[in-house]
């Protein structure tokens, strides 16, 4: 196992073209529609990704087998000030569950919501 375990992450929608502005409002980032094999009835719009290189990256998903909102996943996205991310959440939509605190030396988080429920956390050092 390489030392970061985590490759992939989904977050399940309801709605992916208001979840895909939303994401891309928050994190000032261009999400990728993704080509969806034949026979799979679900639409994916990944976080952007270098190929290649030592990032994780993951997608969100619209499927009729999975509702949003009230699951067990926590994505954190990195930030130079989440701060920032924080103050474009209600605008596009979204809640600020617990804005910025800190985390000791770790730094400091923010956890939010999205437009379809799903919460989410944002981290940075300063």
């Not at 988080?109 to 919460?119: A, I």
Request: net charge negative.
């Amino acid at each position: 196992m390489k030392n970061n375990p985590v490759t992939w992450f989904e977050i399940y929608v309801d709605d992916i073209d208001r979840a895909k502005k939303f994401y891309a409002t928050v994190l000032g980032k261009e999400m990728m529609d993704m080509v969806v094999p034949e026979g799979m009835n679900m639409k994916m719009t990944s976080f952007p990704f270098q190929e290649g290189a030592a990032n994780i990256t993951g997608a969100l998903v619209q499927s009729a087998d999975m509702k949003a909102g009230g699951n067990s996943t926590l994505v954190y996205f990195a930030s130079e000030d989440c701060l920032t991310e924080q103050n474009r959440v209600e605008q596009a939509g979204g809640k600020v569950f617990q804005p910025k605190f800190p985390i000791g030396q770790y730094g400091f988080c923010s956890l939010c919501t999205d437009t379809e429920g799903n919460m989410f956390g944002l981290h940075s050092m300063k």
